[in-house]
C-alpha cells in the first residue's frame, strides 16, 4: 500500500498544480534495477525544478532499464497530459493499468480525460464507465467521470451532426509564419485589427521563450485585404499588447496589458482612441472596471455603452467568468456585473464577444456541455436584458482541442477566429468562415461618410445618435472624425431609427431609418451630411416627426425629435423660426394647404408648451408648391411630405 499511497498522492498533488511533492525514501519504489530507480529520482528532482523536457529523458532511460517500472510510467504520464501532449500520455496511462490495474485506479480517470481531450469519445466513455463501475476513487473524480461521460455522449452526437463550416485562409497580406490572433472589426467590415505574436530576435532558435505582441490593421480595398501594417507607437510597445476590442466605428480600441507599472492586477484592460491617423497614449481606466485580479479579452458594445471581460475578481462562480460593466451618464464605468450562472460555470468562461446587435453574445467555456476543451458557444438577450440558455456552435467549429476568441461581423454572415489548421502561413492564422443561419446574429448595417460646413467644406467633428423611434431609446452615440470628419456609425436593423447628427453652432441633421420589417442585412448607407451654421435663412427637413395618415395629431414617435429643436432653440436664445408644413400633389389644394398649415400649428403648439416665446416661432403651410422630389412616385411624394424649419432672424 505504500507504493500506492505514494504515486497517488504524487498524481494528485501534479493535477491540482502544487508546487512541492511529499519527500518520499527510495525504498517505496516497485522497480528493484538500482539504475531504474536513481534515472527516476533524477527525473523527480527536474520536476520539482519544473524542467519537463529533462524529467521526460530521465523517465524513459528509467523505463528502458524496466518496462513495468510503474511509478516511471505514471509521471510520464501525467507529465506529458500536464503539457497538453494527451495522446502521447495515452500509451503510459494504459502501459501502467496492464502493469497493476489497482495500482492506482485513478489512472482510468485520467486514460479518460486523455482519450476525451484527444478526440478519442468511445474509447473515454467505456474508460469513464470503468472508473463508474468500479466505485473506488473520490467522489470528487467520481462526479467528474459522470459528467465527463455526458461530454462524451454529447460530442459522439454532434460528430454525428455537424454544422455547415468551410473556413477560408484571407492570405498573405493579413496572415503571416507567425502567430496571428485576436481579431476585430469595424461595422463596415473592412478594417481589420489583429494581434501578431513575433521573437524578440528575428532568428529565434527551436525552444525559444521571449516573444512580443504587436497590433496590426489591415483595409479591404479593391476586393481584397491590403498588407497589414503595424498600428505603431504609442499604441504598440516593447511589453505585450494583446486581446483587442474595436467600437463600431474604429475609433476606440480597449485591449490587454499585462504587469504594467500603473496596472491594478496581474493584466488590466486598457483603452486608446483614434485621432486622425494615429492612437492617443492607451490610459488604465482604473477601478471599479479593473481590479487587482486579472481582467483581460474586453469587448465593447457597437455603442461604447458597455463592455465584456472575462476577470478572476472576487464574485466570479468559477475559475474565470465573464462579466459585464456600462457607462454612467458621466462617461465613467460603472461597478461591473457578473453574468450570472446562465453564461458562467463553475469552470472557465473566457473570451467573451458582443455583436453589434448588442443582443447576441459569443464565448468559450469549459463548463457547459461540449466536446472536451473550451468550446464556443452563443446566447442571445431578450427584451428584459436575460441572457438565454447557452448553445454549442456544434462540431466542426468545435472540437477536442481548445477554441475560442471567435468574432461576427456586423452583417451577422462572417466570423472569424485564429486556428493552426494545417496548410496556413504560420502557426496560427486568421481563418474567416460563412455562419450557418442558427448561430447568426441579428444583423446590423451601417451608415458611411464625411460630416463637413456647408459653407466652407471644412470637417465638422459632429455627435450622433440613433434612438428608437417608437421607444426614443438610445441606441448608439458616436462621433465624426475632427480631423477628416469621417464616421461609420452601425445601424441595427429590425426597428424603425431616427438618426441626428449635431454640432455646436450648427443647425443638425435629421434623418430616418426603416428597417422594421428586415431579417437580413439591408445595403449600408453611405453619405456625406453638410451641416448648415446658424444663419438666417438656412433650414432643416425633420424627418422624424410624424403624423397619421391625413391627420395633424403630433404621434409621440415625434417628440424625440422635437426636443432636439427645443434645445437648438434654447441653446440660441437669438434664433427665431418659422415651422412649415408641406404635402404630396395627392388630394385637392385647399385640403392639403389646411392639412399642411395645422400640421406646422402642432409642431408651433408643441414648442410654445416647452416654454419657448411665441414671438420666437411662426408657422406656415405650403401644400405642395415646394417639392422637393417628384410627386409621380411613391418614394418621391413621401420625400414631398416633411416638416421643416427655417430660420427668420
Not at 509521471?75 to 494504459?94: E, K, R, T, V
Not at 489548421?421 to 443561419?437: A, H, K, R, T, V
Not at 433650414?539 to 397619421?548: A, G, Q
Request: with cysteine; net charge negative; proline share 6%.
Amino acid at each position: 500500500m505504500k507504493n500506492r499511497t505514494r504515486i497517488f498522492v504524487i498524481v494528485v498533488f501534479l493535477f491540482l498544480g502544487a508546487d512541492v511533492l511529499p519527500a518520499q525514501t527510495n525504498d517505496d519504489l516497485s522497480s528493484s534495477n538500482r539504475r531504474a530507480r536513481r534515472a527516476y529520482e533524477r527525473a523527480e528532482a527536474a520536476y520539482h525544478l519544473r524542467d519537463h523536457k529533462l524529467a521526460i529523458k530521465e523517465l524513459e532511460h528509467a523505463l528502458n532499464r524496466d518496462d513495468a517500472f510503474i511509478e516511471a510510467r505514471l509521471l510520464l504520464a501525467d507529465i506529458y497530459f500536464q503539457d497538453g501532449n494527451h495522446q502521447q500520455s495515452i500509451p503510459h496511462w494504459q502501459a501502467a493499468i496492464a502493469i497493476d490495474s489497482l495500482f492506482f485506479p485513478a489512472a482510468y480517470y485520467y486514460l479518460g480525460s486523455a482519450f476525451l481531450r484527444s478526440g478519442l469519445y468511445r474509447e473515454a466513455q467505456q474508460s469513464f464507465h470503468t472508473v463508474i463501475d468500479m466505485n473506488m476513487l473520490s467522489s470528487g473524480l467520481m462526479k467528474n467521470s459522470k459528467q465527463l461521460l455526458q461530454t462524451c455522449e454529447f460530442a459522439m452526437d454532434a460528430k454525428e451532426h455537424p454544422v455547415d463550416f468551410s473556413p477560408v485562409n484571407p492570405g498573405p497580406a493579413i496572415n503571416s509564419r507567425h502567430a496571428e490572433y485576436s481579431p476585430a472589426l469595424t461595422a463596415d467590415e473592412q478594417t481589420l485589427i489583429f494581434t501578431r505574436k513575433k521573437p524578440l530576435y528575428e532568428e529565434a532558435r527551436e525552444g525559444y521563450r521571449h516573444y512580443y505582441e504587436d497590433f496590426y490593421v489591415s483595409h479591404y480595398e479593391s476586393d481584397e485585404w491590403q498588407d497589414a501594417k503595424n498600428l505603431g507607437p504609442p499604441l504598440n510597445t516593447t511589453g505585450n499588447e494583446g486581446a483587442q476590442t474595436i467600437t463600431a466605428d474604429g475609433r476606440h480600441l480597449y485591449f490587454t496589458a499585462c504587469n504594467r507599472a500603473d496596472g491594478l492586477g496581474s493584466c488590466d484592460i486598457y483603452y486608446s482612441r483614434r485621432e486622425g491617423p494615429g492612437w492617443s497614449k492607451p490610459v488604465n481606466p482604473g477601478r471599479p472596471l479593473n481590479s487587482p485580479a486579472w481582467e483581460s479579452q474586453p469587448s465593447i458594445s457597437a455603442d461604447g455603452q458597455s463592455i465584456f471581460f472575462a476577470s478572476s475578481r472576487p464574485g466570479s462562480i468559477g475559475t474565470t467568468d465573464i462579466w459585464m460593466a456600462t457607462r454612467s451618464a458621466s462617461g465613467n464605468w460603472n461597478t461591473p456585473v457578473n453574468l450570472g450562472p446562465v453564461i458562467n460555470t463553475k469552470g472557465n468562461e473566457l473570451s467573451p464577444f458582443i455583436h453589434a446587435d448588442n443582443q447576441t453574445l459569443y464565448f468559450a467555456s469549459d463548463g457547459h456541455p461540449g466536446m472536451g476543451g473550451l468550446d464556443i458557444f452563443y446566447s442571445r438577450r431578450d427584451e428584459h436584458g436575460k441572457w438565454g440558455e447557452p448553445k454549442n456552435m456544434g462540431y466542426p467549429i468545435n472540437t477536442h482541442r481548445d477554441e475560442f476568441a471567435l468574432i461576427v461581423g456586423a452583417s451577422g454572415k462572417w466570423a472569424w477566429f485564429a486556428s493552426d489548421i494545417e496548410g496556413g502561413y504560420g502557426e496560427s492564422d486568421l481563418y474567416m468562415f460563412e455562419l450557418y443561419p442558427a448561430a447568426r446574429p441579428s444583423p446590423v448595417t451601417y451608415m458611411k461618410g464625411f460630416v463637413f460646413d456647408v459653407d466652407t467644406r471644412e470637417p465638422i467633428g459632429a455627435g450622433f445618435e440613433l434612438k428608437d423611434v417608437q421607444s426614443g431609446e438610445l441606441i448608439t452615440a458616436s462621433e465624426a472624425d475632427p480631423g477628416n470628419g469621417s464616421f461609420l456609425v452601425a445601424i441595427p436593423t429590425g426597428r424603425d431609427i431616427a438618426l441626428n447628427v449635431s454640432h455646436t453652432g450648427y443647425l443638425f441633421f435629421s434623418e430616418h431609418f426603416s428597417y422594421a420589417d428586415h431579417k437580413t442585412s439591408p445595403e449600408p448607407y453611405l453619405r456625406n451630411i453638410p451641416l448648415k451654421p446658424i444663419i438666417e435663412g438656412y433650414s432643416v427637413v425633420l424627418r422624424n416627426i410624424f403624423f397619421e395618415t391625413d391627420s395633424y395629431a403630433l404621434q409621440e414617435s415625434s417628440f424625440p425629435e422635437l426636443n432636439n429643436l427645443f434645445d437648438l432653440l434654447k441653446q440660441n436664445p437669438e434664433m427665431n423660426v418659422e415651422i412649415s408644413g408641406h404635402t404630396d400633389s395627392t388630394g385637392s389644394f385647399d385640403y392639403n394647404m389646411e392639412l399642411s398649415e395645422n400640421r406646422a400649428r402642432s409642431v408651433h403648439n408643441y414648442l410654445i408648451n416647452k416654454g419657448i416665446s411665441a414671438d420666437r416661432l411662426q408657422y406656415r403651410g405650403y401644400a405642395d408648391t415646394i417639392p422637393v422630389d417628384t410627386n409621380e412616385t411613391e418614394e418621391g411624394r413621401a420625400s414631398n411630405r416633411r416638416t421643416e424649419f427655417k430660420i427668420i432672424k
